[in-house]
């Protein structure tokens, strides 16, 4: 009797995960508010303030690989991962799309290929900053 219980109990696991793994969009949103909003919404020390559309048009321009990967390796005001280090990739970049679109942006959560090339600019950047 203990396996088809062990079973859908796997079963009810694995499309709770799958289930997440489509919400991203609102998880960048509440990582945006548990992390992010701080200095994002007042804009302390020259943050890019939420919305602010003339702000963020640069930042779109540079595009979404340079602006996720230097923000979370950090630059100026803006701490590596927003200040929280157990803070993963896939959350950081997910608030960086919150926040782009929230302010003129119509990006998406990176597929694996871009997720490479975010890799790449992070490794990049911080060889730079150690010389
Ligand atoms: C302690 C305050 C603070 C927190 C918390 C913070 N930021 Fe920032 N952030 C800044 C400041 C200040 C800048 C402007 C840096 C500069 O260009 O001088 C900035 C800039 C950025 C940029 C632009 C980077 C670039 O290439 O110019 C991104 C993207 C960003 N933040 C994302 C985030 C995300 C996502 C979070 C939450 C996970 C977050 N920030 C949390 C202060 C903060």
Redesign the pocket.
């Known amino acids: 009797m203990i396996r088809p219980i062990t079973a859908s109990y796997f079963i009810g696991v694995c499309s709770l995960l799958l289930f997440s793994g489509t919400s991203l969009a609102n998880s960048g949103e509440s990582?945006?508010q548990q992390?992010?909003a701080?200095?994002?919404t007042p804009g302390?020390?020259?943050?890019?303030k939420l919305g602010d559309k003339a702000k963020w048009a640069a930042?779109i321009k540079?595009g979404q690989v340079?602006?996720?990967a230097?923000?979370y390796v950090g630059?100026?005001?803006?701490?590596a991962?927003?200040?929280?280090p157990d803070?993963g990739i896939n959350d950081?970049a997910a608030?960086?799309v919150y926040?782009a679109n929230q302010s003129g942006a119509s990006w998406k959560n990176p597929d694996d290929a871009m997720l490479k090339k975010i890799d790449a600019e992070i490794q990049r950047r911080q060889a730079q900053l150690r010389k």
Request: proline share 6%.
């Open positions: 990582i945006y992390v992010c701080s200095c994002h302390v020390a020259g943050a890019p930042l540079e340079q602006i996720t230097h923000g630059v100026r005001g803006m701490p991962k927003g200040g929280r803070l950081f608030s960086v926040m």
